[in-house]
């Protein structure tokens, strides 16, 4: 969770100093933004690590809020493209527009972050990467879903556990640590919600989360 915002503002601020981004204001201002939202949201990880330290905490407490999904996406798929690294081909299907979840804000967006992360990383140079929602009794299921190398059956169920790493994996991600999916996990399930996963090897993975809509659907419902 701690490399995200660090590679995201490094990556911002490597187009201001390298590629000439810091000429035109419009772009100035968007690197500099995305580099202040990184720093904030950095800060934001290690006062929880603080804090979860000094109180000796087994689990850490959540703060739900009505959070637009639309804006968070958007957001997030924004960053991750800007540290890919390569080419990153993205569609986002959001409906209605002015959807809003119950979460966390901050754990929220590490589960989208690692997913995404997740999505990127194991993809083709050319990568496809697609969030939609469905919505169905009172809850929303996001999904993120990529073209990419796939993961085998056998390590379907295995993929939560903490430090695992497939041999498809290990092959594309040396420095990983095998946690992204098992914290992920953690979180969601720290919402009384769940997570599967869809995948072919060769063809792609697709991760499907649930979390419960906010009282302000239902009023509008």
């Given amino acids: 969770e701690l490399k995200t915002p660090i590679a995201v503002a490094y990556a911002a601020n490597d187009a201001l100093l390298n590629f000439n981004q810091a000429e035109e204001k419009t772009q100035r201002d968007k690197y500099l933004r995305i580099c202040q939202e990184q720093l904030q949201r950095l800060s934001r990880l290690v ?3 603080l ?3 000094m109180e ?3 689990t850490f407490r959540l703060h739900p809020e009505e959070l637009s999904l639309q804006e968070i996406v958007e957001r997030l798929v924004e960053q991750h493209k800007l540290k890919a690294g390569k080419p990153v081909h993205t569609s986002t299907d959001i409906e209605p527009q002015d959807l ?6 901050t ?3 590490n589960i989208l972050s690692n997913l ?3 999505a990127i990383k194991f993809s083709h140079h050319n990568s496809v990467i697609k969030v939609e929602t469905t919505e169905r009794k009172n809850k929303i299921f996001i999904s993120v879903k990529d073209t990419g190398i796939g993961i085998p059956k056998e390590d379907l169920k295995l993929i939560w556990d903490r430090f695992y790493k497939s041999d498809l994996s290990r092959g594309k991600d040396k420095k990983g640590t095998g946690l992204g999916l098992s914290i992920t996990r953690e979180i969601i399930h720290s919402h009384n919600e769940h997570i599967n996963v869809i995948s072919t090897p060769g063809e792609g993975s697709e991760f499907i989360f649930s979390l419960p809509l906010s009282e302000e659907n239902d009023e509008e419902d």
């Fill in 56 to 58: 000796r905490r087994r």
């Fill in 116 to 118: 995404l992360d997740n």
């Fill in 107 to 109: 754990h929220f967006s």
């Fill in 47 to 49: 006062e929880q690590i």
């Fill in 100 to 105: 809003t979840v119950l979460a966390d804000r």
């Fill in 51 to 53: 804090s979860m330290s």
